[in-house]
């Protein structure tokens, strides 16, 4: 079956047709089981990329997934590639029906937290317990892991503070800034999300000031966002004086 629908996506001009053609005949555990296989790889990013498989494969996929042990032996581009997809269509959907929903326009803060299950989070920095994950060296695949990480916190402050919390987490992102510089477009999404980390602040992280250090001096493009870091955490500083920067 997974062949014959690799062969289809090769043949079918129209993605509705094929992913309904998916939907009664591909099974997601099965995809799942074979997600090594580089046919069984193009399957999976084409229905977390088309909007016509959203109905059905992104629940599936994610329940799936999750039942996988989070280690490097995973193809982890694909997973996080797939991953990442899925959560930028929950994300626009959930945005659009916000604004089909409220006659003013809604501030951004008031978005809702996309519904992924409680156990997501924990299984993507699950990762860091394999001691190989950190020593990666394909840049796509911390391109798509970050991008998890942001579209799965976006706005809900609960998980942004459990990602603060991440020691793992944190020490990443000082590796890529100390050792990876030169690789600007991997530090884009790590500098998003410690912006948004430092908007939900209800105590002082020294931490947070010693990363927006790290992206002050990395690169002329980032002074703006190390700034508004430097600044949300030093607000919070100055009304504790038992803390010391």
């Known amino acids: 079956t997974l062949e014959l629908a690799y062969k289809f996506l090769d043949i079918v001009d129209s993605p509705q047709f094929w992913c309904q053609w998916c939907s009664k005949h591909v099974k997601v555990p099965n995809l799942i089981a074979n997600l090594t296989n580089k046919s069984t790889q193009s399957i999976v990013l084409k229905l977390s990329s088309f909007p016509e498989a959203?109905?059905?494969?992104p629940k599936q996929f994610i329940e799936n997934i999750l039942k996988l042990p989070p280690t490097t032996e995973q193809p982890m581009y694909t997973i996080f590639k797939a991953l990442t997809s899925i959560l930028i269509q929950l994300h626009n959907s959930t945005a659009a029906e916000i604004v089909a929903a409220t006659p003013s326009k809604v501030p951004t803060t008031t978005a809702p937290s996309m519904e992924l299950p409680e156990a997501f989070l924990p299984w993507i920095l699950g990762f860091f317990e394999d001691s190989k994950f950190c020593d990666e060296e394909n840049s796509y695949v911390w391109k798509?892991?970050?991008?998890?990480?942001?579209?799965?916190?976006?706005?809900?402050?609960?998980?942004?503070?459990?990602?603060l919390n991440n020691t793992n987490f944190i020490n990443l992102i000082l590796r890529l800034l100390t050792t990876r510089a030169k690789s600007l477009q991997l530090l884009h999404v790590p500098l998003s999300i410690v912006m948004e980390i430092s908007t939900e602040l209800t105590e002082f992280h020294p931490v947070l000031v010693e990363l927006s250090l790290h992206f002050l001096r990395s690169h002329e493009e980032f002074i703006v966002g190390g700034l508004e870091i430097l600044l949300n955490s030093l607000q919070f500083a100055l009304h504790d004086t038992t803390k010391f920067i």
């Open 54 to 57: 959203s109905s059905w494969f």
């Open 144 to 163: 798509y892991y970050m991008s998890v990480i942001y579209h799965a916190t976006h706005l809900n402050r609960l998980l942004l503070n459990q990602l």
